[in-house]
């Protein structure tokens, strides 16, 4: 996987949020931009699994919630691997983060991306080759 850009998961929430009109907007640029079939932005399977989760939640029905998911899985998406968790394991013993940052970091990692888009992790900050933006800032 090549991608360039990782989207976490509240960008993928707010591209749903009718009730944040101007993060909508930018969440909505981004994923569209990354269903545009260039496959240079990636997720991961936490990340649609916590997307799940989040929309009913939020009262989405589960049946519309899936088939949310089934939509942004159109996006290069990086698999729950063992790998992939002993990977986050160092990424937290590194940053000292909590183990759902570590890995959704070891993710975007995986997916060669160098550009995390997220609000949970420091603006600006570079993880070893991979630079947090928050895009609402």
Known sequence: MNAVRFLDTNVLLYAYDLDAPAKREVALRLV???L???GDTAISVQVLQ????NLEKQGVSRSEA???IR???RLPVVNNTLDLLLSALEEQARWK??????LILAAAR???ASELFTEDLNNGQDYGGVRVINPFL
Do not use: K
């Open 71 to 73: 939509d942004c899985a």
């Open 50 to 53: 916590e997307m799940h989760v």
């Open 66 to 68: 899936g088939q949310i």
């Open 110 to 112: 995986a997916s060669g």
């Open 32 to 34: 569209e931009q990354g």
């Open 36 to 38: 545009s079939g260039s």
């Open 97 to 102: 983060i909590s183990l759902w940052d570590a």
